[in-house]
């Protein structure tokens, strides 16, 4: 089996490439989705593997995801960020948990994140996963079949994500329909990276309006008529980081489940439609 590591980034020069897949500890191939204003592809060979780089005009996290899976060809993905350190041994931990578990098409390993919103290990043995289990996790360490991917309806919503209004949650409702379309996803215990604080958030600006609409709209698909308890149990849990109070945070997430149900990705300023009321 062949593995690829599929990595969004970007305003890399080519030798920014060579330098991230140093970084990176790339030992595979690799695909890198280099958002840079101008359409190119080039390929290079970095120690012996085939790195693939493709230039895009456009840019957006969750479209720049869908095009690496339409591009992925090798028999694994392994979707991970531009601040990821692979663990050394990743490609034969990879290809011996897909062999140890031959009925997994969706394999998602453990990884590190010591900073911000610290993620630890979530699990110490191989077994299905579901949404419960990765809803607090990042698209970094899912691993996948190609073409079992691309056979399932199951994408990234291009109207979530960086840099949309509505701009998280993308990973989540990706894996929420994942988990929903299919139930060959596993949880392994392998480390297969860690996460370093090399950058400042793509995304994270402050819990201001924006977040909790974005928080309402994102929790509307993830629990349905349950959204409003989701959102006062983040609320409680996280409460002394917010400066607004139930109130404000609710009102703002309400213009979100507005949208949400009338199928809206834009913001409607701060007056309210009399039905979103």
Request: proline share 3%; with cysteine; aromatic share 14%.
């Amino acid at each position: 089996m062949t593995i690829q590591v599929l990595v969004p980034c970007l305003n890399k020069s080519k030798e920014d490439i060579v330098e991230l897949c140093d970084f990176l500890n790339i030992q595979t191939d690799a695909i890198f989705l280099n958002q840079t204003g101008k359409s190119a592809e080039y390929e290079l060979c970095y120690q012996d593997h085939q790195i693939k780089v493709v230039e895009t005009e456009w840019r957006g996290v969750s479209r720049a995801r869908n095009e690496l899976i339409r591009r992925a060809n090798a028999d694994i993905g392994l979707f991970i960020d531009d601040d990821c350190v692979l663990a050394p041994e990743y490609p034969t931990h990879i290809l011996c948990a897909y062999s140890s578990l031959p009925e997994a098409d969706f394999i998602r390993f453990n990884t590190r994140r010591d900073y911000w919103n610290p993620v630890g290990a979530h699990t110490r043995s191989h077994k299905k996963a579901s949404f419960r289990d990765l809803s607090s996790l990042g698209m970094w360490g899912l691993s996948f079949k190609c073409e079992k991917l691309r056979r399932l309806s199951v994408r990234f919503n291009e109207s979530l994500g960086a840099p949309n209004y509505l701009y998280n949650g993308e990973d989540s409702v990706f894996l929420y329909d994942l988990c929903k379309a299919t139930d060959h996803v596993y949880l392994d215990p392998f480390f297969v990276c860690e996460v370093k604080e090399t950058k400042q958030s793509t995304w994270f600006e402050s819990y201001d309006k924006r977040y909790f609409v974005t928080k309402g709209f994102v929790y509307s698909h993830l629990y349905g008529n349950l959204w409003g308890l989701a959102l006062l149990r983040m609320y409680v849990k996280y409460r002394k980081e917010f400066s607004m109070s139930f109130l404000e945070v609710k009102r703002h997430a309400k213009l979100g489940h507005y949208l949400y149900v009338r199928n809206q990705y834009n913001a409607l300023g701060d007056v309210w439609p009399k039905e979103g009321r």
